[in-house]
Every structure is written in C-alpha cells, then in structure tokens.
C-alpha cells in the first residue's frame, strides 16, 4: 500500500517549533513535504499575494520556504512544487489559540480553509497558549488525528480548526465557534520625533463563555474540533431576504 502524501504549512514560519514538532508526530503517518513561510505570517487570514512576485527557496526535497502567506504555500504546493497532490494538508501548530473570531484572522486557520478550497481533506492545529509553550500533546494528537482523516476522509467544503489546551487534557470535545467576547483595543504611541502610531490589541471577556463553544472546551482543559465550511453562505436568510426582492428590483424601462 502506498504512503500517504502529507502537506505541512504553519503562519509561524518554516523554522517555527510548532511546525517542527508537527512534522515529527507525523512522520509515521505517511510521507511529509512541508511548504511554509519564510517568517511569520499571522493574521493573514486567507491572503494571497496579488501584486508582489513569490521567491521559493528548496531547503531539501522535504521542506520548501516561501516569500508568503500560508495562502500563497498551498497554492504554490498543489500547482507547482508537489508532483502529486497530497491526502491531507495539517496546518500549524500555531503558538496561541485560535477561538471565535480570531478563526476569521487566522493563517493557520486560512491555510487549512485554502486546502478545502481545493479538495484535499484539511485541518489546522493550535496550541491555546502563547507561554510555556509545550507542543507534545498537541503533537501527539496531531498524529491521532491525521490517522483518523486518512482513514474516513472528510466532506466537501469543510476542514477542521483544532485547538489543544496547555496542561493537563481532560477530553476531547465537538465544538462550534464562539461568539465574540473580545473587546477590540487601539493603543496610541509615539515614536522619537513625536508621530503618532498605533498598536491593534485585544482582551479577553472570559465570563461569557458559552459551555458548547471552542473557548468552553479550552477553558474546561478538553481539545476542541470546530467544523468549519468553506461556503458562507448563510442559509436561513435566503428565504427572508427574498422578499426585499419587489422593492429592491430596478423597474424595466
């Protein structure tokens, strides 16, 4: 039986350790080519470079740096870098949770969600800590998963936001993806000639939480398993929104 054809990406960049230990704890599970950016990329989301030319530099036959976004890495492994188009396409494991919201800015999360894209069966893993960072259990299901995902395959159009507790894991948990308990901040500064810049931050509402949620399962140290779809469409709307149609609809002159 052949080996299965593994993608690794990451938005941390190709000599991130989260990316290193992903390719370790998948080294068993079929034959690994990772294509990364060359440095970190977060909060690209799903951008592809338009309007600048790409550089891929070929460290060995097994590991590709690209001048990009997670994005521009799988485009460029499925149309020109890998003779075959992988099984499966693992992005991560991100240093720091990627939960509600934050899926919407997410490269690790956009570079599992271009895999869908393009038909091969995807999954983005993030360790939800940005200290003490610890990537072995992450690792570890990493690998658990992959097997899984080989073996059943997944739907159409859909690909998996994994996010993995620092600690102790108590479980593993089915997830949807959170509504916004965020509050968005904008620090002002000043640089040496008196010039204004800013700094985008966040904080963090952890008293609203719903138990059913990606943040719910973290908070209660189980791995959460968001499905995510590539078609936002948001279905319930059509009928409702079909009766501003008369009233919306140019008059035929």
């Known amino acids: 039986m052949p ?13 991130a350790p989260g990316i290193k230990a992903l390719e370790q704890s998948l080294a068993t599970a079929g034959e690994v080519t990772v294509i990364a950016p060359d440095r970190e990329m977060s909060a690209t ?13 070929r460290i060995d036959d097994r590991h590709y740096s690209v001048g990009g976004t997670p994005a521009d890495s799988v485009i460029l492994a499925l149309y020109h870098i890998l003779p075959q188009r992988p099984d499966l396409l693992v992005s991560g494991i991100n240093a720091g949770g990627n939960l509600g919201e934050n899926v919407v800015y997410s490269g690790t999360v956009g570079g599992a ?3 869908a894209v393009h038909g091969v069966p995807s999954f983005a893993i993030s360790l939800a800590s940005r200290k003490d960072l610890d990537f072995s259990h ?16 997944l739907q159409p159009g859909m690909c998996l936001n994994v996010n993995v507790p620092r600690g102790e894991i108590h479980g593993v948990r089915i997830t949807r993806q959170s509504q916004k308990i965020t509050q968005n901040l904008v620090v002002k500064q000043f640089d040496p000639r008196g010039r204004p810049h800013y700094w985008l ?7 609203d939480v719903e138990p ?7 908070l209660a140290h189980e791995i959460s398993i968001t499905p995510l ?24 002159k």
Do not use: C
């Open 3 to 15: 080996l299965k054809r593994i993608l690794i990406t990451n938005d941390d960049g190709i000599n």
């Open 45 to 57: 989301s799903q951008a592809i470079s338009l309007h600048t030319p790409l550089r891929v530099h």
């Open 113 to 115: 969600v271009e895999g």
């Open 138 to 153: 992450a690792a570890a299901f990493a690998g658990q998963l992959a097997a899984k995902v080989l073996e059943d395959g």
């Open 201 to 207: 931050d966040e904080t963090i509402e952890l008293s």
């Open 212 to 218: 059913d949620s990606d943040y719910g399962a973290i």
């Open 229 to 252: 779809q590539v078609d936002r469409t948001h279905y319930p709307s059509m009928n409702h929104l079909s009766q501003w149609l008369p009233e919306l609809t140019l008059a035929k």
